[in-house]
């Protein structure tokens, strides 16, 4: 539903600016204003929670998940909103991504819509909704050496020291899509 619904939105904005003459794109442009930089999302904090702990190996040496899932740099995301009339605005803008050892988050269009009206004096009434094309989070396996009892196969890099057999290890990567960070929001402003 989510993918759907920001596809007819992406569409219609590109059919906007398409159809626009050099002007009135120029005038759109004019109405676009910078309304958020995050570093970090949703995703990004689920994988960064994977950094507690570790494990030994069989020769002592000691393994830190710290060095695993730790990013150079975090998800940054920017978000614009282009104002198409006196109560709607179109929000987009990207997602860098990011990247550590043992995950990655791709990049991601941001997409979305505000609304605000004004029921009375005084009060102002705003919905807004932003969706992430995109920006889906995925966890690397390890490849691990069992020796004789089980050779060498692919396992969850987290679990490697668990009683679980590998294969089932696998199981327990993490996966998350963009839409982790799709936010709605109904604000009320009253002003006396």
């Known amino acids: 539903m989510g ?14 600016l398409a159809g626009a003459s050099g002007a009135a794109a120029l005038d ?14 949703n995703r990004s904090s689920a994988a960064q929670g994977l950094s507690v702990g570790g494990y030994e190996l069989a020769d002592g040496g000691r393994v830190s998940f710290r060095d695993w899932y730790t990013p150079r740099f975090p998800d940054l995301s920017v ?11 179109v929000i987009w803008g990207f997602g860098t991504g990011e990247r550590a050892p ?3 988050i791709e990049p991601a269009f941001h997409l979305g819509f ?13 919905l807004k909704a932003t969706h992430p094309i995109g920006g889906r989070l995925r966890e690397s396996a390890c490849v691990a050496d069992y020796g004789d ?3 060498v196969v692919p396992v ?5 020291a668990d009683l679980l057999p590998p294969e089932e290890t696998l199981n327990y990567l993490l996966r ?17």
């Open 79 to 89: 978000l614009l909103l282009t104002q198409v009339s006196a109560n709607f605005g």
């Open 156 to 160: 969850n890099c987290r679990l490697a």
């Open 102 to 104: 043992k995950y990655r």
């Open 114 to 126: 505000v609304y605000q009206t004004r029921p009375f004096d005084g009060a102002t009434l705003s």
């Open 3 to 16: 993918r759907n619904f920001a596809g007819i939105v992406l569409t219609a904005w590109a059919m906007v």
């Open 28 to 41: 759109l442009l004019e109405d676009t204003h910078l309304i958020d930089i995050q570093a970090g999302s």
């Open 149 to 151: 009892i089980g050779g």
């Open 176 to 192: 998350m899509k963009g839409r982790s960070d799709a936010r709605i929001s109904l604000d009320f402003e009253f002003r006396f």
